[in-house]
């Protein structure tokens, strides 16, 4: 039986305060990645960032502006993964850069990272901690997107 293969579609949120972003990492794991999750089908990309900050720490959340698609490509368990990440500003009642929000999730933790030192902490995707600072800066307007797919080949 061939494997499906998929293209997840996730929604990821930029929250910065102070110079530090807001990130989530799985416990145990490398890598970094922004609060966010899978866009429920029929569910508008907007809301989706919402009800995931919702669901993982507990707060309200606000999408803001839409800043870019990334498309994005790693391996997980010895597997190829493609996903597509729709970047959103948010805000949150309750957040404060001075300590660690609250995972309602076993599996997660959120912290803040300085924004000048996300290449450290292995945010992925690595595009994305490039384009953070520029967009935070206000020197660079939104780019609509941004890929980690080698040019010349396939994932696949």
């Given at each position: 039986m061939k494997r499906e293969r998929i293209i997840e579609t996730l929604v990821r949120g930029v929250c910065a305060k102070r110079g530090q972003l807001l990130v989530c990492q799985s416990k145990g794991a490398a890598n970094t990645y922004l609060p966010g999750g899978h866009v429920e089908f029929g569910e508008r990309a907007e809301y989706s960032l919402e009800r995931e900050i919702q669901e993982e720490m507990g707060l309200t959340a606000k999408a803001g502006r839409f800043l870019a698609a990334v498309e994005h490509?790693?391996?997980?368990?010895?597997?190829?993964?493609?996903?597509?990440?729709?970047?959103?500003?948010?805000?949150?009642?309750?957040?404060?850069?001075?300590?660690?929000p609250p995972s309602c999730e076993d599996y997660i933790e959120f912290f803040w990272a300085p924004v000048s030192g996300l290449r450290r902490h292995n945010l992925e995707p690595e595009a994305l901690c490039r384009l953070i600072p520029l967009w935070l800066k206000g020197t660079c307007r939104p780019v609509r997107w941004a890929s980690t797919y080698d040019k010349k080949k396939s994932p696949a």
């Open positions: 490509t790693y391996l997980r368990k010895g597997r190829i993964s493609c996903e597509i990440n729709l970047i959103f500003e948010f805000t949150a009642r309750g957040l404060s850069s001075r300590c660690s």
